[in-house]
């Protein structure tokens, strides 16, 4: 049974920072890039951050370079989001998902709040 659950999140104030895990089970975890969205009330699905198989190679969308970054650990079938100066703007329900399938997780909740 293919299951990712995502854990890390919580409330934090701007500029602050938080790094989401995602734990992978029930398929090969190393041979699929693994990419991180994000949705906000209201606003559709964002993709966030990409990585591919071997954690080679990351992609973000523009509004998080520089403050995001993505890794994995393929010995522990885990894919991570490290957030830094968080804005209020990333307050959204994050989830990671494999590439190219419809596996998710159920999400984490962000909250960037003062």
């Known amino acids: 049974q293919v299951q990712l659950v995502e854990s890390g999140g919580g409330l934090v104030q701007p500029g602050g920072s938080l790094r989401l895990s995602c734990a992978a089970s029930?398929?090969?975890?190393?041979?699929?890039?693994m990419r991180w969205y994000r949705q906000a009330p209201g606003k559709e699905r964002e993709l966030v951050a990409t990585?591919?198989?071997?954690?080679?190679?990351?992609g973000y969308t523009d509004s998080v370079k520089g403050r995001f970054t993505i890794s994995r650990d393929n010995t522990k079938n885990t894919v991570y989001l490290q957030m830094n100066s968080l804005k209020f703007d990333d307050t959204a329900v994050y989830y990671c998902?494999?590439?190219?399938?419809?596996?998710w997780g159920r999400g984490t909740q962000v909250t960037v709040s003062s």
């Open positions: 998902n494999a590439a190219f399938t419809n596996y």
């Open positions: 029930g398929f090969i975890f190393s041979s699929y890039a």
């Open positions: 990585i591919s198989p071997g954690g080679r190679t990351t």
